[in-house]
């Protein structure tokens, strides 16, 4: 504490002997503060809450910094002087290390406050005032000044009624008048430029979506009558009426309706339109309206009509106008993408002629990254891929990748296992997958019509190879195979279905000499025996489907909340259970003499994220889940990948990865001594929140407060744990609660994560026994465990303060 003092005092004696005077002209003073003061009208008294810091946020250019008064980095700026080489070292400490000063100047400070009473008349806060002065220093050696702004506020003006102005029946303005339909504009809402300019863009892409082309916001002009009192009791004293109507200096072109003639595609580069100009190459036929000019025979014209949904003698829509681009780009055949649009020279012309200009990619790519990453059950490493390409495969913009991978990973943020052999804490993988992908539905006698779907959907094949090395112990093989459709209509909604899912999963190079260690050990709980001979002695076939769903709507204009949802259902079992030996009671059918597992898994994800000022947003997520098998394996345990855990970077916080639960079961079984954390169950369900805050650009800050546990279903012999893991109608008694502090760094291509957390209840605490009275009554620990933070105590700490490590945010 001592060496502290000293050292702020050392700071402080330093300060005090540098000075910044001698650098600042005669009668200038240096520019260091700003302040803001709002003072509502004495008659209405309008409610001026947050109004000063929406000022303050326009007041230009910021002032010099200072610690405790004094400008630090101008001083840095005049000690480092003037750099011979810009390029230089001298240069670059300067930058960073000092900035040039600014001076408090009378003409900014009138500047600023007429930009402050700009701003309060674009909000509604018509005939209020700003004035502002120069306060200086009252230590006149100082040569600081800050500035004062007093900003007089007179009563928000609200709408009152909105009315679009139109001449006559047209259709033009029958169509106009419709647009009111989605207004922004509403009664009772303060009036603000913001939305004015907002609601005129909104009309502009609806009447663009009704065959528009030539239409442009700035046709449209909003006349404010502001005269009008208090027509409406209800509301505010100050009210308005608008009155929207199209300019009359407007051209007809831009009041018609346009329609499409012909579509010109072409697939080459500038070298080849030269070459079509002098008749060296020539045109497709014509189909659909569409004329394709494939130079280097490259394309099948197919890709085209599917992915351009206008069609001659459709109308024009800037909705299929957007959308065809978007398909075009999404085939990732094409560097660049170019469109536009030409009249048909008539002089009664409704007709447009539609060009793409598309620049071929190159066919065949060969990529190697390599990469680190965190993952969410806090494994940290790296791993390195190669990867081959080729865009064109069928001449049909099909994508085949083919890659071979390499990787490793360890725990992070101290959640090692406490084995000496370091047993489940380093993992090793390697592999090779192969995906092919297809711009369409691979399904007989399914015909797709591009100009009502959002996207153009994929079939998407997939077969993985890998085996996963864990150190010490076992090998885990996996062979998969998927056969995928993603499709959506609207950009709000995602599907994603697959038919048919094989996985073989087999544990391979078994360490039998540990595995005799943890038998033969007579302390060793029986359920962690079965756990591990289950763990690392069974093999599974599944052959089974899964659909999923997202659902991200769109926000609607200054809307301050934000939703996204997630599901799915994972199946499976079933046909290949009709073709498997059946085996004798109690013992699950066979599949090549490979248990078949039958099984149902549901998830559930859903986001709320509300925006409270500009630099504070809410944050929440639930997630539940459950899988069960049935049938044929009714009483096998899930195999881990298709279970879920508790804990780590993107979970409860403040609970090491893939420690936490099942239920009510403690961190401290023997499997957990030899492998590490290992928990996983059949049933999730969470609950996240956390509050974020935006510092600076690149610092930002978070807290935030995690819920929930992992449970088991049936009975202890099927799920290897207590009954304590199990679920029952008290599971609330049995969740987890922790939270804590984050710090986020955004660099705009990254977000690299701190989390520090801590529990707050512990829910294994509800089955420990405190202690027991002279009359046998059993007391058991309170699983809140406020009463136990020390953050004076190294055991403490050590237990109880989680760091997590990641890229990205939780959520």
Known sequence: MRSNIGYILAICIFLGGCSVNKYVPEGQSIYVGNKVKVQPDSISKPNVSGVADELAGLIKPPPNKTILGFPWKVWFYYWIGEPKDEGGLRSWFRKKLGEPPRYATQRIVDINAANMVAYLDNEGYYRSSVGGKIVESKKKKKRTATTEYNAYLMPRYVINEISY????????????????????????????????????????????????????????????????????????????????????????????????????????????????????????????????????????????????????????????????????????????????????????????????????????????????????????????????????????????????????????????????????????????????SFPRFIIPFVKLRPEKSQALPKTILSLNYENRIQRNFYTTRSIRGDWSYVWRRKTEVEHTFTPISINFVEPRNINIELLGEVVTDPNTNPLDIDRLYRLIDTKFFIMGSNYSVSYRPTPRPFSKNQIAMTGGIDWGGNILSLLAKKNPEGYPKEFLKVPILQYVKVDGDVRYYRTITPSIKWANRILVGAAKPYGNSKTMPIPQFKQYFGGGSTGIRAFRARSLGPGAVAPDTLTIRLLGYQQFADIRLEFNSEVRMKFTDIINGAIFVDAGNIWSFGDSTRATYPGTALISNKFLKQVAVGGGIGLRLDFSYLIFRLDLATPFRKPWYVSEVKNVSDEGVVKYKNPWVFNEINFGSKAWRKENLILNIAVGLPF
């Not at 102005?165 to 009772?188: I, M």
């Not at 609806?206 to 409406?232: A, M, Q, W």
């Not at 580069?269 to 025979?297: A, C, F, H, M, Y």
């Open 165 to 436: 102005v139109v001449p006559d029946s047209s259709l033009f303005n029958k169509d106009l008048v419709l647009a009111k339909q989605k207004t922004l504009l509403k009664k009772g809402d303060p009036i603000r430029l913001e939305v004015i300019s907002t609601e005129r863009t909104r009309i502009d892409q609806e009447l663009k979506g009704k065959g528009y082309y030539y239409f442009n916001p700035d046709y449209l002009i909003v006349k404010v009558d502001s005269t009008i009192g208090r027509v409406d009791s209800t509301l505010g004293p100050q009210q308005v009426n608008l009155y929207l109507e199209v300019k009359k200096e407007t051209a007809q072109t831009s009041l018609k309706q346009y329609f499409i003639n012909r579509i010109y595609v072409n697939t080459g580069t500038e070298e080849n339109k030269q070459s079509d100009s002098t008749g060296l190459t020539t045109r497709g036929p014509l189909r659909r309206g569409i004329t394709v000019t494939d130079p280097g025979n490259n394309y099948k014209r197919r890709i085209f009509y599917d992915a351009i949904g206008f069609r001659r003698g459709n109308m024009y829509t800037n909705t299929m106008h957007d959308v065809s681009l978007q398909r075009l780009v999404n085939l990732q055949n094409f560097r660049f993408v170019k469109n536009r649009f030409d009249l048909v020279p008539r002089s009664d012309s409704a007709l447009l002629d539609v060009y793409y200009d598309l620049a071929p990619m190159k066919k065949k790519s060969l990529q190697t990254i390599l990469s680190a990453s965190t993952k969410s059950n806090n494994l940290g490493g790296s791993q390195l891929d190669v990867t081959w390409r080729n865009r064109n495969f069928f001449k049909g913009a099909e994508m085949l990748a083919i890659s071979a991978y390499f990787g490793f990973d360890v725990q992070l943020g101290g959640n090692r296992g406490t084995s000496s052999n370091g047993i489940g804490n380093e993992y090793i993988r390697y592999g090779a997958k192969a995906d092919l």
